[in-house]
C-alpha cells in the first residue's frame, strides 16, 4: 500500500499571474480535506514543490467559505506574460502541476475524495 | 420579491470567442451583457495601434461583437452593452459602433465614451505634483524607464459606467476600468446605491470578478475536467442579483458546462492575491468567508462578502518599451528526441553568436518531455519532442538573425527534424509591466453620451 497519495485525489486547483507573480488557488474537495491540507500544504511545503521556478517568497492564505488556500509565489514567471521566455508565460499549468505533489496519506482518505 | 437583474458576461479577453456574446444575448434573458476586453498588457498593443491611426487603438472584436448583437439590440428593448473594449480610444470605438447602430436603423440609441483612464500625456503634471510612480511591487523608481513609457492608464471604477447609464447611455464604452466595475456600474445605477454601501458593493463586485473571466466560472478551465464536458456549446456566465445584493451565478439553459460550487470556487480563487483584500477602485472586498452553495441545476448563490472602503489610490497599469523578442519551434522525431532537441537548439544559438550577436536572454524548452513547468515532472522520452527556443534582446537585427536560424538545421543539423513549414518566426516588440498607484483624486472619468447619429457627426 502506497504511503503518498497525489494531491489531486482531495484537492482541485487554478492558477494564474500577476505581472510577475502567479497565483495557485487550491480547494479541497471536502471539509475533512480542508482541514488536512491545513496542516500538510504549508508554505514551505509549497515553496519546496515548486523550488525550479526559485520563488522569491511563497505566502499563504486561507478561504474557508470555499475550503481554499490561496498561494502567491513570488517572481516565478520569468519576467510575466510579456517578457518570460517560458511556454506557459502566465502560470496557467501551475495548478494542474500542484495536484501532483505527493502527500502523505492520511487513514481517513475516503472523507477526502471527490464526492 | 425584490426585481432581479441578469448580467451576463459574453468575453473575458480580447480573442474570445466570436459567437458567446451573441449566443448569450439570445438566450439569457438578459439586461446586461458585458464584455471584458483589456488584460494587464492589452492597453499598451493599443497604444502603439494609436499611434500609427488616431482612429484606431480600440479592440476591434467589439465592433465585430455588436454587429451580431443588433438583431437582439432590436428585439429586446431592455438589453443594455457595457464593455472595456474601447481601450485607448473609447470615442473612436463609439463612432464605429455607432456606424453599425444607425445602418440598423438604430441611430436614436444612444453610446457613451468613458474615457480619463490615460494619463500618459499628464506624467509630466502628475510627476511635479508628487506623484513617483514606483513600481508597485519592488518600490524601483521609474527614472530612466520614463522615456520608455508606451502607455499608462488607470483603473477607474464603477462611477462612470453609472454616468453614463444615468445619461440614458444603452452602450457603454470604456477605457481602462476594474473588471469587477463593469458588473457593479449597472448595479449602482439600477438600485441606486450608495457608493459607501460596502457589503453590497462588495456582493456586486465578488458577482463581477466570477463573471469577467467568462466561461471560467462555468467549467471552462475546470480540474475535474471529466465532470464540466462535453464544453463546445459552453454557456457563458450570467450573474442574477437583487436590490439586497443577493446573488446567483447561472448561465443559460441547455448550453454545455456546469455551474457548481466546485466550477465557481476555481474562478473565485483566480489571479487573486490576499482574500482578505481584494482590492477595485470602488471597494475593498474580503472574499474569504465567501459562501457557494448549489440552489438548483447550473445555480450557484454567492454569499458572506464583505467590505469595507477601497484604497486612497488607484491602481496604474503601465508598460515601457524593452526590446523584441522572438520564438520558433521544430519537431525532432526518434529514439533520444529530447537530447537532440536540446542539441538542435544549442546549435541554433551558437550559430547566431558566429554571426555576431549575443543575445541577452535565450532559453530552450523540449515540449513534450514534461518541460512546461520546467523541474516539477520526471523528465520522460517520448517518441517526439516540440523544439522551442525563445529570446529576447535590445537589438531587433539580433533577434531577426536567431529567426534565420531554424530552418538551416534541416539540412544542417541531426536526423529526425522537421516541422519547419509554415512562415518564419518574426521578432516582435516587447512591452514590459509596470504596475504603480496614483492617489484617487488626481483623475476623474470622462462621460461623453449621445446618440448614436450624433457620434456619426
Known amino acids: ?115 | 420579491m425584490s426585481r432581479v437583474l441578469r448580467i451576463g458576461n459574453g468575453a473575458g479577453f480580447w480573442g474570445d470567442n466570436l459567437d458567446a456574446p451573441r449566443l448569450l444575448a439570445e438566450a439569457g434573458r438578459l439586461d446586461y451583457l458585458t464584455l471584458e476586453y483589456l488584460a494587464e498588457l492589452t492597453l499598451s498593443i493599443l497604444a502603439h495601434l494609436k499611434s500609427r491611426n488616431p482612429e484606431a487603438g480600440f479592440v476591434t472584436d467589439v465592433p465585430v461583437v455588436l454587429s451580431s448583437l443588433l438583431p437582439m439590440l432590436q428585439a429586446q428593448p431592455q438589453l443594455k452593452v457595457v464593455t472595456n473594449g474601447g481601450g485607448m480610444n473609447p470615442t473612436a470605438c463609439a463612432r464605429a459602433v455607432s456606424s453599425l447602430l444607425a445602418a440598423a436603423g438604430l441611430g436614436d440609441c444612444r453610446v457613451a465614451a468613458v474615457s480619463g483612464d490615460d494619463i500618459l500625456p499628464r506624467l509630466d503634471e502628475l510627476q511635479a505634483a508628487g506623484e513617483c510612480l514606483q513600481h508597485f511591487d519592488t518600490g524601483q523608481p521609474l527614472g530612466d524607464l520614463r522615456g520608455q513609457l508606451a502607455s499608462a492608464n488607470v483603473y477607474l471604477g464603477a462611477g462612470g459606467i453609472r454616468e453614463a447609464l444615468g445619461q440614458g447611455a444603452r452602450i457603454v464604452i470604456t477605457g481602462r476600468v476594474a473588471d469587477a466595475s463593469l458588473t457593479l456600474g449597472p448595479v449602482l445605477h439600477e438600485f441606486g446605491w450608495s457608493d459607501n454601501d460596502w457589503p453590497k458593493l462588495a456582493a456586486a463586485s465578488v458577482a463581477g470578478h466570477l463573471i469577467e473571466c467568462g466561461a471560467q466560472a462555468t467549467g471552462g478551465m475546470y480540474s475535474a475536467w471529466d465532470a464540466s464536458q462535453p464544453l463546445g456549446n459552453v454557456g457563458y456566465p450570467i450573474v442574477e442579483i437583487d436590490a439586497e445584493g443577493h446573488v446567483t451565478i447561472t448561465k443559460p439553459s441547455g448550453t454545455d458546462g456546469a455551474v457548481t460550487p466546485d466550477t465557481v470556487a476555481e474562478q473565485l480563487i483566480y489571479e487573486i492575491g490576499d482574500p482578505q483584500h481584494y482590492l477595485t477602485p470602488d471597494v475593498d472586498v474580503d472574499f474569504s468567508q465567501v459562501r457557494l452553495t448549489q440552489t438548483g441545476p447550473d445555480r450557484v448563490e454567492v454569499s458572506g462578502a464583505a467590505g469595507t472602503p477601497a484604497p486612497p489610490t488607484y491602481k496604474v497599469s503601465m508598460a515601457y518599451r524593452d526590446g523584441y523578442m522572438a520564438t520558433g519551434t521544430l519537431v525532432i522525431y526518434g529514439p533520444n528526441a529530447t537530447q537532440r532537441a536540446r542539441q538542435c537548439g544549442e546549435m541554433l544559438l551558437q550559430r547566431v553568436r558566429r554571426a555576431g550577436h549575443v543575445l541577452a536572454r535565450t532559453n530552450i524548452e523540449c515540449l513534450g518531455s514534461g518541460q512546461v513547468v520546467p523541474g516539477i515532472a520526471p523528465l520522460v522520452d517520448p517518441p517526439e519532442v516540440v523544439l522551442r527556443v525563445t529570446v529576447h534582446d535590445p537589438s531587433k537585427a539580433a533577434v531577426e538573425r536567431f529567426t534565420r536560424e531554424f530552418a538551416p538545421l534541416v539540412t544542417s543539423g541531426l536526423s529526425g527534424v522537421t516541422g519547419y513549414t509554415g512562415p518564419r518566426a518574426k521578432p516582435w516588440p516587447v512591452l514590459a509591466y509596470w504596475p504603480t498607484t496614483i492617489h484617487r483624486d488626481r483623475v476623474q472619468a470622462v462621460v461623453d453620451v449621445k446618440p448614436a447619429s450624433e457620434w456619426l457627426k
Not at chain 1, 488556500?69 to 508565460?89: K, W
Open chain 1, 1 to 115: 500500500m502506497p504511503n503518498t497519495i497525489p494531491l489531486g485525489e482531495i484537492a482541485h486547483a487554478r492558477s494564474g499571474d500577476k505581472g510577475n507573480h502567479a497565483n495557485v488557488g487550491v480547494i479541497a474537495w471536502t471539509d475533512a480535506g480542508y482541514e488536512y491540507l491545513g496542516r500538510v500544504l504549508t508554505e514551505s511545503r509549497v515553496a519546496e514543490f515548486f523550488l525550479p521556478l526559485r520563488p522569491k517568497q511563497v505566502q499563504r492564505y486561507e478561504l474557508p467559505g470555499i475550503r481554499g488556500y490561496n498561494f502567491m509565489l513570488s517572481d516565478v514567471l520569468g519576467g510575466g506574460a510579456s517578457r518570460s521566455l517560458r511556454i506557459d508565460s502566465q502560470g496557467k499549468t501551475l495548478g494542474v502541476a500542484i495536484l501532483g505533489m505527493e502527500v502523505p496519506a492520511p487513514p481517513n482518505v475516503a472523507e477526502m475524495l471527490r464526492p
